[in-house]
T-cell receptor, first 115, second 112 residues
Framework: GAGVSQSPRYKVAKRGQDVALRCDPI?????LFWYQQALGQGPEFLTY????????KSGLPSDRFFAERPEGSVSTLKIQRTQQEDSAVYLC?????????????FGPGTRLTVT | GDSVTQMEGPVTLSEEAFLTINCTYT??????LFWYVQYPGEGLQLLLK?????DKGSNKGFEATYRKETTSFHLEKGSVQVSDSAVYFC???????????FGTGTSLTVIP
């Protein structure tokens, strides 16, 4: 079946613009995660959803970052008033069950460049 | 807080050489440990995992053993192939939570 998909794959934004990044998880997956991966670094946790509930948003770097998953499937990560330090690859992952011991399936990521 | 430290790369090996990528961790509870791999142009994929001490994860000829006494989860393969060229990430998750903590990644290039 289809894996996790993300769109757009590449996004260039001017500083101060708002962006919205979309994630389509694997159908039926309960858990959804967002990560930020800076160049040459490992992914860093941003936020976690169990169905439509956002259970952990401790990794969001500022109040300019907002994520939602209103119907428990597709999720959107929104960044307001983008800054250059927001440039990174944003990864989405989903998991069948609500346990971190289970495999997370990753999407290809959205590369955001803020100029 | 929880964290993962893995050996820095890049690592370059000849085909059929032995591979070790070191990974150590710091955790407050009883974490599960993972190795993820990212092939060029692709997303992260789970390579192997271990959920408790002394467990050995294995897949595609790669192995890693969960060592609680040394807080380590080193990745090994006896004979690497050109197709193993990728970036390898060590990661942990606490059983009580849902966060994954990743290392910085180790780039491996295998030359014929």
């Amino acid at each position: 079946g289809a894996g996790v998909s993300q769109s757009p794959r590449y996004k260039v934004a001017k500083r101060g613009q708002d962006v919205a990044l979309r994630c389509d998880p694997i159908s039926g997956h309960v858990s959804l995660f967002w990560y930020q991966q800076a160049l040459g670094q490992g992914p860093e946790f941003l936020t976690y959803f169990q169905n439509e509930a956002q259970l952990d948003k401790s990794g969001l770097p500022s109040d300019r970052f907002f994520a939602e998953r209103p119907e428990g499937s597709v999720s959107t990560l929104k960044i307001q008033r983008t800054q250059q330090e927001d440039s990174a690859v944003y990864l989405c992952a989903s998991s069948l069950v609500d346990s971190a011991t289970y495999e997370q399936y990753f999407g290809p990521g959205t590369r955001l460049t803020v100029t | 807080g929880d964290s993962v430290t893995q050996m820095e790369g890049p690592v370059t090996l000849s085909e059929e050489a032995f591979l070790t990528i070191n990974c150590t961790y710091t955790a407050t509870g009883y974490p599960s440990l993972f190795w993820y791999v990212q092939y060029p142009g692709e997303g992260l994929q789970l390579l192997l995992k271990a959920t408790k001490a002394d467990d050995k994860g294995s897949n595609k000829g790669f192995e890693a053993t969960y060592r609680k006494e040394t807080t380590s989860f080193h990745l090994e393969k006896g004979s690497v192939q050109v197709s193993d060229s990728a970036v390898y990430f060590c990661a942990l998750s606490e059983s009580s939570g849902n966060q994954f903590y990743f290392g910085t990644g180790t780039s491996l290039t295998v030359i014929p």
